[in-house]
Structures are given as structure tokens and as C-alpha cells.
């Protein structure tokens, strides 16, 4: 059985890579975004492992002009 990845677009996790690639956002900014809002509704943390809900977070990035 192949493993085919699920398209990025359809995911409701990502990974700061993914973010970075998908938004075109760097990936230290993102870093630096999740760290500094933690309790962020787009934010999950697992220790050290960061994942950003896809949807809440376009909804963010639609309500700010700059990042």
C-alpha cells in the first residue's frame, strides 16, 4: 500500500515547515509567533513540537496587516 501524503490544503495540523511553504511566511517568524503566543487558538504544543491549526490561522493572518 502506497503512503500518499494528505495535500496541505486539506490538513487540519501543520508543521512550522508546512506553514512556512504554504503562506510564505518564514519559518523563524513563525517560530517566533507561536512562542510569543502560546494560548493562541492556532497554536498546539506538545513540548518542544509545535503544530499550527490551519484554519484558525488563516483566520488570523485575514484580521492583521503585518506580521
Known amino acids: 500500500m ?3 501524503d494528505e495535500p496541505i490544503w486539506e490538513k487540519h495540523t501543520l508543521t ?4 512556512a511553504k504554504y503562506f510564505r511566511i518564514r519559518e523563524n517568524k513563525l517560530w517566533k509567533l507561536a512562542k510569543e503566543n502560546p494560548n493562541a487558538n492556532w497554536v498546539i504544543l506538545n513540548g518542544n ?6 484554519k484558525q490561522f488563516e ?4 484580521t492583521v496587516d503585518i506580521i
Request: proline content about 0%.
Open 2 to 4: 502506497n503512503h500518499v
Open 16 to 19: 512550522i515547515e508546512e506553514v
Open 49 to 54: 513540537y509545535i503544530q499550527i491549526k490551519r
Open 59 to 62: 483566520k488570523m493572518i485575514d
